[in-house]
């Protein structure tokens, strides 16, 4: 075809002829597999006198200079409407994005297409002040009478495979024409930030198409209210299986802010041992250690030996995020002693656990107010501290970023945490 690069406001309304004669006009373009990098137009949606009808691509002749598409045969079948097709006009333009890699929530005004490898392909979305006027019709005009200003308007393309389209398509469902990847590929706070710029109903199709895992990292980095409002319009078996995959303290503050029938429903979709977990944290009040704490941490037994402890860790790992200390308990979860992983690596390989373990461990209750744990995490410069109860049993540990999030305000609060992290390492480089 003749067209073979341009924006899809300069072929929509345009006239569709079949041997010089109207049948109607361009009214969309159809992409089958949005999914695909750089997706192919599989044909243009024509509006005749009966109804919208569906030209693919093979039939488009030619796209003459004087601004007529003409087809080779007339297009007879009702456009197609597959809830996994994207079409550009209806389901893109004018409606909002979110740029990967930019890190931010855009308007589409216009769309560019190229001819690649004899294929018309979706290349990139303008969502600058220069797609607003082609579709204007003010673009000409621009350049002709007032060129110092149609220069000076920026023209902000973004290339597609960058590009996270959201579109509803109808009232009660909306999806995300887009690969996982591409969201996947975001850090949690960056794409927490873009499902807060989001409306309730946006916010919950971008966490449909998350896997488990990822959707978890992003909700905790969310207020209450918009994780409250996300987990009532993703319904409860979906809800149940990112709250599974969270830190149990962001997953045990979420639920407690949930009412108690909605909490109910939600761990009765869990796995018996997770909803168990998250029926004894969510007892605590939120600003105590039990409230802070979680049960993510890494244990191991006193009878073992560092080599088997080492093998054993490397077993575990992938499961647990939290693993700069190790924590020695015996059959009835008491305390008995803590090692750093320095300590672990460094001890000879037969050495036993009883023997390069640390007897005399800091431990909070778990009533203790959160100021408090703070300032004993602060005083013996730890980057997580145990929490025991009366028997000496180990409930969880509660972190240095959970105990100064809960009395500082959230900008420093996610800075310190790394400033003590890196502290520790410094320290241990020295000293190794």
């Known amino acids: 075809m003749a067209f073979q690069e341009g924006f899809v406001s300069e072929l929509v309304g345009r006239r569709a002829t079949i041997n010089g004669l109207p049948i109607g006009k361009v009214s969309d373009f159809l992409v089958n597999k949005p ?43 009702p456009a197609p409407r597959d809830e996994d097709a994207l079409y550009l006009v209806s389901d893109l333009l004018d409606k909002q994005i979110v740029d990967v890699d930019g890190r931010k929530v855009v308007r589409i005004n216009d769309i560019e297409l190229a001819n690649t490898g004899g294929k018309l392909r979706l290349v990139a979305a303008d969502v600058g002040v220069s797609g607003l006027l082609r579709r204007l019709g003010l673009k000409s005009f621009g350049k002709r009478f007032t060129p110092w200003i149609y220069r000076s308007v920026p023209r902000t393309m973004i290339a597609w495979n960058s590009v996270a389209p959201i579109r509803e398509t109808n009232p009660s469902h909306v999806t995300l024409a887009v690969k996982e990847s591409k969201l996947s590929r975001m850090h949690p706070s960056e794409l927490a930030e873009i499902i807060s710029d989001l409306s309730a109903r946006e916010a919950a199709a971008v966490i449909h198409q998350l896997d488990d895992e990822t959707a978890a990292d992003a909700l905790e980095h969310l207020d209450a209210d918009t994780q409250r409002s996300i987990i009532d319009d993703i319904g409860t078996e979906r809800a149940a299986d990112i709250i599974e995959e969270m830190d149990s303290d962001d997953a045990a503050d979420l639920l407690g802010d949930l009412p108690e029938e909605q909490q109910a429903q939600l761990l009765a979709e869990m796995n018996e041992y997770t909803a168990g977990e998250l029926r004894e944290l969510v007892k605590y009040e939120e600003d105590t250690a039990g409230g802070l704490m979680t049960t993510d941490y890494t244990w191991i037994y006193p009878h073992r030996t560092a080599e088997q402890t080492i093998r054993k860790i490397r077993e575990i790992a992938p499961e647990s995020e939290f693993i700069y200390y190790l924590y020695v308990l ?5 305390l008995l002693g803590v090692l750093t992983l320095r300590a672990l690596l ?20 778990p009533d203790m107010e959160s100021r408090d744990v703070a300032a004993t995490i602060a005083r013996y410069d730890l980057l997580a501290v145990p929490v025991v109860d009366d028997q000496g049993k180990m409930l969880g540990i509660v972190t240095v970023d959970d105990a100064i999030d ?12 790394r400033i003590t992290a890196r502290r520790h390492t410094q320290r241990a480089a020295a000293s190794g």
Do not use: C, H, Y
């Not at 750089?38 to 039939?59: C, H, N, S, Y």
């Not at 015996?330 to 008491?334: I, T, V």
């Not at 809960?406 to 945490?417: F, G, H, Q, R, W």
């Open 35 to 77: 999914e695909n990098t750089f997706p192919e137009i599989d044909g243009l949606v024509i509006k005749t006198a009966q109804g919208a009808r569906f030209a693919p691509m093979d039939t488009i002749a030619d796209v003459d200079a004087g601004g007529a598409v003409a087809l080779s045969v007339a297009p007879k079948i």
């Open 330 to 334: 015996d059959k009835q979860d008491r």
């Open 346 to 365: 460094l001890a000879q390989p037969d050495a036993g656990i009883e023997r390069i373990m640390l007897s005399d461990v800091v431990t909070v209750p």
């Open 406 to 417: 809960a009395i500082m305000p959230s900008d420093l609060a996610k800075e310190l945490p």
